[in-house]
């Protein structure tokens, strides 16, 4: 298995749509994880933290399955502004070893009128 | 204002030439990584530093070179030995476990 993989997309809605996204992830030890958010030519920008079995703010909500080591993201009531490249990447052990940072490619996600 | 701040936005080199890309936190972080993502596509780990003085290549470092000599600076020469340089270069920093923050990135073109 590939350290991280995401589905590219791209993933087209409707605006008032709801869409997810999954995230599969190979380190079995790695006890944080998260959701960025990346526009067009721009660096990434965190969207969601993980570090328990799930996070909500507002619209999003992250999930993390340990078991079968995946972590979603669902977005509800998509807006035409979420329109953006969705990365995940789990990170390091907690207070302890951080390691390398390997992201996922991302997955395009496109709200239309 | 605490950030991550790397200079120049854009670069231009030469066929032949090494250039360095600066990256500059002041947010305390311990490690420190560089990425560089070709158009539509995702980020590929080209080296990271846990600590001053240590760093361990990523997945494409071939063609590159880093120094960690304080905690604040992670600089990224790009050799002439990178067939391919042309991309978008991001720095980011995290302390163990947490996010990371980037910085707004460097275009090189080699003209």
């Known amino acids: 298995r590939k350290e991280v993989e995401q589905d590219p997309g791209p993933f087209n809605v409707p605006e008032g749509a709801t869409v997810a996204f999954n995230c599969t992830y190979s380190?079995?030890?790695?006890?944080?994880f998260f959701w960025y958010r990346q526009d067009c030519r721009k660096e990434p920008k965190l969207l969601m933290s993980?570090?328990?079995s799930g996070n909500e703010d507002g619209r999003f909500t992250a999930q993390l399955n340990r078991a079968s080591q995946y972590i979603s993201l669902l977005i509800r009531d998509s807006k035409l502004s979420d329109s953006a490249t969705y990365l995940c990447?789990?990170?390091?052990?907690?207070?302890?070893?951080?390691?390398?940072?390997?992201f996922g490619k991302g997955t395009k996600l496109s709200v239309k009128p | 204002d605490g950030g991550i701040t790397q200079s120049p936005k854009y670069l231009f080199r030469k066929e032949g030439q090494n250039v360095t890309l600066s990256c500059e936190q002041n947010?305390?972080?311990?490690?420190m990584y560089w990425y560089r993502q070709d158009p539509g596509q995702g980020l590929r780990l080209i080296y990271y530093s846990q600590i001053v003085n240590d760093f361990q290549k990523g997945d494409i470092a071939e063609g590159y070179s880093v120094s960690r000599e304080k905690k604040e600076s992670f600089p990224l020469t790009v050799t002439s030995a990178q067939k391919n340089p042309t991309a978008f270069y991001l720095c980011?920093?995290?302390?163990?476990?947490?996010?990371?923050?980037f910085g707004q990135g460097t275009r090189l073109t080699v003209v």
């Open positions: 990447v789990p990170g390091g052990t907690y207070g302890g070893s951080q390691g390398n940072l390997i």
């Open positions: 993980v570090y328990s």
């Open positions: 380190n079995s030890a790695s006890q944080s």
């Open positions: 980011a920093s995290s302390i163990a476990g947490g996010e990371a923050f």
């Open positions: 947010l305390n972080h311990d490690a």
